[in-house]
């Protein structure tokens, strides 16, 4: 029997969407509002899931407690009123994309929970526009 089981939690964070190999005029037509040279902020919501079978003596798949703490200690707090392209070493090189934001969330956590239990990312960078990974 599998179950998932879920932790959401939150962060605020600032980033520029933007291509240093391509013009200011073409990463304005791409990436639009998002390639602001003075960067833009969210309000991302993430969700973390985790599938497996429950532990027979406790009933849990994971610990809840123990999963909101991972990502405080390893994801929140390292993104959480930051700029993503300037104060985190995540993004040295790498396009700040809702899609590899949840990318790195998920290899950040990935060695830290057992690897019997399935990991997904579901990452909310505003409340129309998510993404999942790994797809489903």
């Known amino acids: 029997m599998k179950v998932k ?8 964070a600032a980033h520029r969407l933007y291509n240093p190999a391509w013009s200011d005029e073409k990463n304005a037509h791409i990436f639009g509002k998002c390639s602001n040279p ?4 969210h309000n991302y919501e993430i969700i973390v899931t985790l599938t497996g079978t429950p532990d027979p003596e406790t009933g849990y798949v994971f610990d809840m407690k123990v ?8 994801v929140t707090s390292k993104f ?41 990312i579901t990452l909310y960078e505003t409340e129309r526009n998510y993404v999942e990974y790994p797809a489903p």
């Open 38 to 41: 003075n960067y833009h902020g």
């Open 80 to 120: 959480d009123h930051k700029n993503l392209n300037l104060d985190t070493e995540y993004f040295k090189g790498l396009n700040p994309t809702a899609e590899n934001i949840a990318v790195v969330i998920w290899k950040i956590l990935r060695d830290k929970i057992d690897s019997s239990l399935d990991l997904k």
């Open 67 to 74: 999963l909101s703490d991972l990502i405080r200690e390893h």
């Open 5 to 12: 089981v879920s932790r959401k939690e939150h962060f605020n």
